[in-house]
């Protein structure tokens, strides 16, 4: 017997919920990605999906484990910590270099443009 099986039912059902509601917001995120159109529009989907997904993901793990164990289970906590403070920045720093390589390719066409004029 594996310890799905011996999970009380008032620990299965949110269990259960949070792992079904962490796959839905994944899923949802991963849609926004595909449907939208320019990157700008494509990063906020994923910045804010991966946070809330994986946290409700790893609750609903720390949960599980901690009625299993009988002891609390912290792990996760040390994991959902770093996905909040990593996720957020690797974002901005993405959007900021995608800014910075228009910005770039703009000031080098108007250079182009401004070589070609008398």
Request: aromatic share 8%.
């Amino acid at each position: 017997m594996n310890g799905a099986e011996s999970l009380p039912w008032w620990a299965a059902v949110p269990v259960a919920f949070l792992l079904v509601l962490g796959g839905l917001i994944t899923v949802i995120g991963t849609l926004g990605l595909a449907r939208l159109h320019s990157f700008y529009q494509r990063i906020h989907g994923p910045a804010i999906t991966i946070a809330l997904g994986a946290g409700c993901i790893l609750v609903a793990s720390m949960l599980y484990f901690t009625v299993t164990q009988s002891r609390l289970v912290i792990h996760e906590l040390l994991i959902s910590g770093f996905v909040l403070m990593t996720a957020p920045v690797v974002s901005m720093l993405i959007m900021r270099a995608a800014v910075y390589r228009d910005l770039r390719a703009a000031r080098e066409m108007d250079a182009g443009n401004d070589a070609g004029n008398p």
